[in-house]
């Protein structure tokens, strides 16, 4: 069984900052794309940012100068650095991960974790 856990989040100013981590656990033989995403109430799920196995990274226009992603491969743990926050970036981050369960051949699957709030005030 694979979980996601997020930790990180919480109250902050405008203009501060917040790092996000989300590790996984469980029954992992690789671990392939990592995500992060938002949604506040009555939107759809945003993808924030994601970071490929290699490294390779890909932002929101939203994200692009303010947040970090990266990834730690022997923690199987992905972060999410976000700096100079905004109001507007309160909502509640959620972490995904495509990732084998099991040996060769086993398919890929998207796990989710339970998501963490993260508010910004003025």
């Known amino acids: 069984q694979v979980q996601l856990v997020e930790s990180g989040g919480g109250l902050v100013q405008a203009g501060g900052s917040l790092k996000l981590s989300c590790a996984a656990s469980g029954t992992i033989f690789s671990i392939l794309t990592m995500r992060w995403y938002r949604q506040t109430p009555g939107k759809q799920r945003e993808l924030v940012a994601e970071v490929g196995s290699r490294g390779s990274t890909t932002y929101a226009d939203s994200a692009k100068g303010r947040f970090t992603i990266s990834r730690d491969n022997v923690k199987n743990t992905v972060y999410l650095q976000m700096n100079s926050l905004k109001p507007e970036d309160t909502a509640v981050y959620y972490c995904?991960?495509?990732?084998?369960?099991?040996?060769?051949?086993?398919?890929?699957?998207?796990?989710w974790g339970q998501g963490t709030q993260v508010t910004v005030s003025l």
């Open positions: 995904s991960s495509d990732i084998q369960p099991g040996p060769s051949g086993t398919a890929l699957k998207e796990y």
